[in-house]
């Protein structure tokens, strides 16, 4: 029953508190971002490996998102001087404060995506 009334009280902060907390999961809960931050948990990252990682996103997609993700201050992006001329892309400080809930998010999708895809092909 506590579990209750600290879900409520937490709802009503939240609720409250919209004008702040909205532009910030916009910015955070996007098609890429939440998968892009994922890959650069462990290590940087050049592009081409993040793309491969991704699979299926752009090599578009994937630029935007992560000029947006830079200026947003969770990726760095660090020029090598090889030839030809790398670029090497890492999570920073803030950004990996998101480790944590984005694992148990991308855990909760796998744990439950089935059961979403099956009521979502059912109801159609």
């Not at 990682?53 to 201050?73: V, Y």
Request: aromatic letters at 4%; one cysteine or more; a neutral charge.
């Amino acid at each position: 029953m506590a579990n209750d009334i600290d879900l409520q009280a937490l709802s009503d902060a939240a609720v409250l508190d919209v004008p702040r907390i909205r532009p910030v999961l916009e910015k955070i809960a996007d098609k890429w971002t939440i998968m892009i931050l994922t890959v650069l948990c462990p290590q940087p990252a050049r592009f081409n490996e993040i793309k491969r990682r991704l699979g299926t996103i752009t090599h578009k997609s994937l630029a935007d998102a992560l000029k947006r993700l830079e200026r947003d201050g969770l990726v760095t992006r660090t020029v090598i001087p090889t030839t030809p001329i790398g670029v090497v892309y890492a999570i920073t400080p803030i950004g990996h404060s998101l480790r944590e809930p984005f694992e148990a998010l991308c855990a909760w999708a796998s744990s439950h995506g089935a059961e979403m895809m099956g009521s979502s092909t059912m109801n159609t």
